[in-house]
């Protein structure tokens, strides 16, 4: 059975599982590859606890281990005047994978969505990550675009 909750990131428990969940997605191929930097690590949960707009959500096994994790952060739709929640990181535990978890999360992330007011979902997914592609695309999701004759929105990025 998966339990899933909000994470209090003030809750040491819940702060290490949402570590060791991230850092499980970023040694993945699909999350870059590389095990988180330890600074973040050291200092992720508190700077997530000081951002209101900034929420999460764990699943947990029957035996008390996490097993999925949804990173999310509101931001605001200028066009509908309405709260926007973007899905920053999803991660199901390798062994998980396949069974429905996915979907279990997105809903909690939905439910939680509307009780904040929100228009809609949107998350950023590789072009080569057909699985969760198409777990998203169950869903409801599809590719962003305004105007076919305009294309399909991409995600871009600049460090700073």
């Not at 599982?17 to 699909?30: G, K, R, S, V, W």
């Not at 990173?71 to 509908?80: H, I, L, P, Y």
Request: net charge negative; hydrophobic share 40%; aromatic share 8%.
């Amino acid at each position: 059975m998966i339990r899933i909750s909000k994470v209090d990131y003030t809750k040491k428990e819940d702060a290490d599982a949402l570590i060791e969940m991230l850092d499980h997605y970023a040694q993945d191929p699909m999350g870059g590859g590389e095990a988180l930097p330890s600074s973040t690590r050291k200092t992720l949960a508190a700077e997530m606890a000081q951002r209101p707009h900034v929420w999460s959500l764990l699943a947990w096994d029957e035996h008390g281990q996490p097993v999925g994790l949804v990173n999310c952060v509101e931001g605001f739709s200028t066009f509908a005047a309405k709260p926007v929640c973007n899905i920053h990181d999803i991660a199901v535990r390798s062994g998980y994978r396949g069974q429905g978890l996915a979907q279990q999360l997105l809903q909690a992330v939905a439910d939680e969505a509307v009780a904040r007011g929100c228009c809609k979902l949107t998350l950023e997914v590789l072009t080569g990550n057909e699985p969760a592609k198409l777990a998203y695309e169950k869903f409801g999701f599809k590719p962003y675009e305004l105007d076919k004759a305009m294309g399909r929105a991409e995600f871009w990025q600049k460090y700073l």
